[in-house]
């Protein structure tokens, strides 16, 4: 039986998915804590906790990840280009028994690496909870600390003065509506997590589970989702064959 087995994911990339999903648990676990007074932790101690598992959970995600996507030229792959619509569109289709469930898993022999590699849904995601980690980080600076500064200038006095802009249209104070936000975003990482979860059930997904969480390898002839081409043809051979494909 044939076998093309490759990396799908680096050391690097596992390590930083084994720290976010420690780092975030402990996120949850007392930032809840804290703001539902719950008995299991005092209040100093959970609010350290929630201090040290930020710092870890914004690094890696701030600066791991994006530096990892620099350095293995993934950076283009997190983008939503029209194929990831056509894709999308081919697996609503395929849900409802009218079409073939599209390949999303694209491997690129020519390039010796994966050009795409990330569920269009998943990509919704990624922006989604981006969004959501940038509120906050931006409301969580101001909750720490009213006079943080970066490189001379005040960026908690700024964020403050953009709160109190806002919080009237609330009936709130700045600090008020910056706890709100803080808040909100953590519901709405929380419901991401579940439905990226969900996404993993897929069956068709338990090859790159194990590539996540085991060896960092996939055999690609034996991946479903995959589709392999070879981008040292022409670019536009290749933009050829990838559309007809997707159709």
């Known amino acids: 039986m044939d076998r093309m087995v490759v990396t799908r ?13 420690f780092s975030l648990a402990l996120l949850f676990i007392s930032g809840f804590d804290m703001y539902w007074g719950l008995p299991y932790l005092t209040f100093n101690d959970a609010y350290s906790i929630h201090i040290l598992a930020a710092a870890v959970f914004l690094s890696v995600n701030w600066i791991l990840i994006p ?29 409802f028994g009218n079409s073939d469930y599209p390949p999303y898993t694209i491997y690129d022999t020519g390039k010796k690496r994966f050009v795409n590699r990330i569920h269009p849904v998943s990509k ?11 509120v906050a980080t931006v409301t969580g600076i101001l909750m720490y600390s009213n006079s943080m500064t970066l490189l001379g200038f005040n960026v908690s006095l700024l964020i403050l003065r953009a709160m109190d802009a ?18 909100a975003m953590a ?32 055999d690609v002839l034996a991946d479903t ?8 043809e022409s670019k536009e051979e290749f933009e050829e064959k990838t559309v007809i494909k997707i159709k």
């Open 187 to 218: 519901y709405l990482i929380m419901a991401w997590v579940i439905i990226h979860v969900g996404l993993q059930l897929d069956p068709k997904k338990f090859p790159h589970m194990k590539s996540m969480f085991i060896d960092g390898k996939e």
């Open 9 to 21: 994911h680096t050391t690097l990339e596992r390590l930083g998915h084994y720290i976010n999903i």
């Open 166 to 183: 806002l919080a009237p249209s609330f009936n709130l104070s700045g600090m008020a509506l910056a706890i709100l936000l803080h808040v």
């Open 225 to 232: 989702t995959a589709d392999i081409v070879d981008t040292s």
């Open 67 to 95: 530096y990892n996507a620099f350095v293995n030229m993934n950076l283009r792959s997190y983008i939503f280009w029209g194929t990831d619509f056509n894709r999308l569109w081919g697996m609503i289709k395929n849900f």
């Open 124 to 134: 919704i995601l990624i922006y989604i909870q981006y969004i959501a980690l940038f």
